[in-house]
């Protein structure tokens, strides 16, 4: 496997599993969406390959918008989750990050420091 996709966590603010599962899946979709519009045959390799996704986790906001500011020079795509704050957490919460698909090695520059959720 060649592609992946990163989604970063917060762990600061508290989620149940399935708000967090809810989350990162709003993170892969708004990627893959802006992937095939921007990299589309990154994207058409990464999907090809089972769509990849790893989950990691950041310890604050301010980390989470530092890897953000980081994908952003590097040409990395991708999209910041703001909750609607129907369930959970208050409205405007930023919960993760998605980022990719890219490649792995691009990716592991980006997050490869980050531990798994």
Not at 67 to 93: F, R, Y
Request: aromatic letters at 6%; charged letters at 25%; hydrophobic letters at 40%.
């Amino acid at each position: 496997m060649e592609y992946k996709m990163v989604i970063a966590m917060r762990k600061d603010i508290k989620l149940s599993p399935g708000k967090m599962a809810a989350q990162a899946a709003h993170a892969a979709v708004s990627c893959s969406f802006a992937s095939k519009k921007k990299n589309p045959l990154v994207f058409e390799k990464w999907y090809a390959e089972g769509q990849r996704k790893i989950v990691v986790k950041v310890d604050t906001l301010r980390e989470l918008y530092e890897l953000k500011a980081s994908a952003e020079s590097m040409g990395v795509v991708s999209s910041t989750v703001i909750d609607a704050g129907l369930t959970e957490v208050p409205p405007g919460t930023v919960t993760c990050i998605g980022f990719g698909p890219g490649s792995n090695e691009v990716l592991d520059k980006l997050t490869g420091h980050l531990k798994l959720m």
